[in-house]
Each structure stands twice: as C-alpha cells, then as structure tokens.
C-alpha cells in the first residue's frame, strides 16, 4: 500500500473519501468529472480517452499509446507585436489600443505582421503616445499601408459574400450576414450580424440550444462555451448613430425621433400595445422579447437562443431595475420616460418558476 497517494498521472487524484482515483477535466473555464476509478491506470486512460474523443488541445498520460495517433498538442498562440493578441474564437489576430483608460478595438486580421502595422498606423493618425511596433519605419508610409490593406479587404469582402459557414448568408438589403436553420421542414430566420464568424456561432450555438440535429460550423468547440459565449454576443450593448430616421432590425422595436429613444410595441389582440421607451436599442429588444414571454404571446423572439422564461426576466430586470411608476411629484405622468411600466415590472417580480 502506498504511502502517498498523489497521482503522478495529469487529471488523476484521490478521492480520500471513495477509497478510488477521481479523474477530472478543465473544458473551456468549467471542470468536468469523468468518475472514478479503483486503479490509478486505468483512471489516467480514461482522462485520455476524453481528451482524444472530445479532440482537446491537451498532452496526454500516456501520449505514446496506439489511441494517441494522430493527437497534435499546439501551443496557445500569443504575439510578440504590442496590442496584438489571438482570438481563437473567430481564429484571428485582433489588434486592441489603449485610449484614455479604455481599451479600443481596432479590427481582427489574418496576418499577425499587418495586425501590428495597424496598430502602428492607428496610434499615429490618433496621435496616441504608445511605444510602436515598427519604430524605424516611416510614419507616412505606415499609415498608407494600412489604407491600402483596408481598402483590399473591402474590394475582396465587396467581391464575394458568399459565406462558407453553415447556415449564413450575407443579406444585401441591410449589410449585415443572416442566419437560418431549417426546423421540420421550414426555415426559422435566427437573426442579423455584422461579423461572419460571430453569425456563425450564432448558427451553432441555436442548434445545441435546441437539439437540431445538423453539422456544426465549430465542432471542435465546447457546447456550452458555444451557447454562452452566443447569449454574450447579443446580450452586449452595440453602440449606433442614431440618424433622423433611424430603423432596428428587432421585433417590435422603433426609433422616436421626437424623445430619441427607441419605442417598443407588441401586437396583443390585434391592437398595439405600448412597452415602454428605451435608450438602448438592444435593451429594448430584450424588453420585447420579456413581455412576450411574462404574458405568453406567440411571437417570433429577438434572442431566441439567449433568453428563456427565466433569463428574459432577470436580464431586463438588471438592466433597467424596479422603474417609478413614471409619475412626478404632482401626479401627472411624464412624457417621454424611459423602461418598462411598472405594471409589468411587479408582474416580473412576483412571477413563479
């Protein structure tokens, strides 16, 4: 009997209570258990095992075994250029600057040297102190270079758009990239982005949401990473310029022009039933998208993949909090005012799950 009962073996320890060899796993930023075992072995295989199934980027106990054919272990990339890091999620060099405390993203790139060269060139137009990649180089001739590959990229983007991912398509009408999936038979529009890879995941992640059965655009990737990451993305506040005549691509949600915020309107009964008035254009699609849900109204979602019963609610309750009843100090209610009514606030706050 040993007196140590630490595991040499990656993933392997004991479980001093089940008397066995526990084996678990960090997949993406959660730890998974795959169970556990009586000999200490078999318990490395079996983390082996997983790694090799699930094709993770990970070494493995016994890397010379017949199973680990063909399991490559790439080191995570990083960048030796300043503002320059690699966002495996889209599987791009993105460049990032620092402007008055806050971090700026500037653009995501193919090549990790023209993702530096940007860097240079937007620290220079901008006139940002920030130590530079290429120092010796021409400050023009950066700046000119940059333009030049912004422009290529806009001609070979204008050229085709046509995309290679499953499910996405580029819609002319808005410049943006749709997303479809086919449900018994029919066709269900998912929504609008501007990125390509982010409509992508947008793809991947309604299909695990929903049990569809149909190949993935990343089968390489966590499902649950996936479909976090996808309620993320949309749940994010997108900043716009609000025109005269501004128009959303959500459900139910308009601009006013005359307060300047956008308006939500919900068909109930086959009248226009008024919401409530937003700042931002997403919070109000949420708040479409709530309403619907707390009062059962059948309706196409703005979020169907980031929100359910439960969600909707809480997400519109943390981003506008309990509202006033819109009321001022003599009675009467002001115009213009912004969120939900309290109504439907208290509603939302004594619903049961």
Not at 2 to 21: A, N, P, T
Not at 54 to 72: E, M, S
Not at 150 to 165: C, D, E, N
Request: hydrophobic content about 35%; charged content about 30%; some cysteine.
């Amino acid at each position: 009997m040993q007196r140590s009962r630490s595991s040499k073996y990656r993933g392997v320890s004991w479980d001093k209570g089940g008397k066995k060899w526990r084996v678990r796993i960090k997949v993406g930023s959660k730890e998974k258990s795959l169970g556990s075992f009586s000999d200490e072995i078999a318990a490395a295989c079996a983390y082996d095992a997983f790694v090799i199934a699930k094709k993770l980027n990970k070494p493995l106990n016994f890397p010379g075994g017949v199973a680990a054919k063909g399991h490559v272990v790439t080191s995570p990339k990083t960048s030796r250029f300043r503002g320059v890091s690699w966002d495996k999620r889209v599987k791009k060099w993105e460049v990032r600057i620092g402007v008055h405390g806050n971090q700026k993203r500037i653009g995501h790139f193919t090549d990790e040297g023209e993702a530096a060269h940007a860097y240079d060139a937007y620290a220079i137009v901008n006139r940002i102190e920030t130590p530079r990649n290429f120092p010796d180089e021409n400050e023009d001739a950066v700046v000119a270079e940059a333009e030049r590959g912004r422009a290529a990229k806009k001609q070979k983007k204008a050229a085709s758009k046509s995309s290679t991912y499953q499910g996405v398509g580029w819609k002319r009408a808005v410049k943006k990239w749709q997303v479809r999936i086919r449900v018994d038979g029919k066709q269900k529009s998912i929504g609008l982005f501007a990125d390509e890879a982010e409509a992508a995941h947008a793809y991947d992640a309604y299909a695990i949401a929903n049990g569809i059965d149909t190949p993935r655009n990343f089968p390489d990737e966590d499902e649950d990473d996936v479909v976090a990451e996808a309620a993320r993305v949309r749940a994010a506040p997108k900043k716009r310029k609000k025109a005269a005549n501004a128009t959303s691509t959500y459900q139910g949600v308009s601009w006013d022009k005359t307060n300047e915020k956008w308006v939500v309107n919900i068909r109930v009964g086959g009248k226009q039933k008024y919401v409530g008035r937003y700042a931002g254009e997403i919070e109000a699609a949420h708040a479409y998208d709530a309403y619907a849900i707390t009062n059962d109204i059948d309706t196409p979602r703005n979020f169907p993949v980031a929100l359910d019963s439960r969600s909707a609610v809480t997400l519109l309750l943390g981003m506008s909090g309990p509202r006033s009843n819109g009321r001022g100090g003599n009675g009467k209610r002001k115009r213009g005012g912004s969120g939900i009514h309290s109504s439907i606030v208290q509603m939302m706050l004594h619903l049961r799950f």
